[in-house]
């Protein structure tokens, strides 16, 4: 059976963790679409456009990954690229509480999408796109957390807006 699979997230900016859980679900899944959900709401470092733009990179040896901006409803992104599973990353208990009751909420807006938790390798579990930000804000080596081009975007934008 061929079921296709949406991953969210802000994925600002995007670290090996997303990339250890978009790989893990392209072998399971025989589809996968990276959804960068712009929320205007949070305040990003990087706008979409870059953020859909760094994941294309990221998975560009990837064949049956595709990355797609998106500013509806997680659902509504599913339904509209004909996706019948949400991928979702857990790291830790803590993040259980909320990831359980957006999954309640999407199946009650779109019972046919299922929500699917996986976990990432144990070598990122602590990793996150916060802490990335937070390590090259104070001018940490993040080259274990993101790819490289992350780290010098990171420190291409951190550095301008300290010139501000
Ligand atoms: O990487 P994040 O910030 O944890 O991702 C959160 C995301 C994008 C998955 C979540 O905010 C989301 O699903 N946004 C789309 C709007 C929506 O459908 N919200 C859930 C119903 S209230």
């Known amino acids: ?4 699979a949406v991953y969210p997230g ?22 996968v679409v990276v959804g960068v959900a712009d929320n205007p709401r949070k305040a990003h470092l990087f706008t979409m456009e870059e953020r859909v733009a760094f994941l294309r ?12 901006g998106f500013t509806s409803l997680l659902v509504e992104f599913a339904r509209s690229v004909d996706a019948r599973v949400i991928i979702k990353g857990l790291r830790a208990v803590s993040d259980f509480e909320y990831e359980m009751q957006m999954s309640l909420i999407n199946r009650r807006l779109a019972a046919g999408v299922e929500t699917v938790f996986m ?3 144990e070598e990122y579990l602590f990793v996150s796109s916060s802490v990335v930000k937070e390590v090259a804000s104070l001018l940490g080596d993040v080259s274990s957390m993101a790819p490289d081009f992350i780290g010098s975007a990171l420190r291409e934008r951190l550095l301008s807006a300290g010139g501000e």
């Open 10 to 31: 802000s994925f600002d900016p995007v670290t090996f963790g997303h990339i250890d859980l978009i790989r893990r679900g392209a072998a399971m899944f025989s589809e």
């Open 119 to 121: 976990m990432p390798s």
């Open 57 to 68: 990179q990221a998975t560009a040896g990837m064949a049956n990954v595709s990355v797609m």
């Open 1 to 4: 059976m061929r079921v296709k």
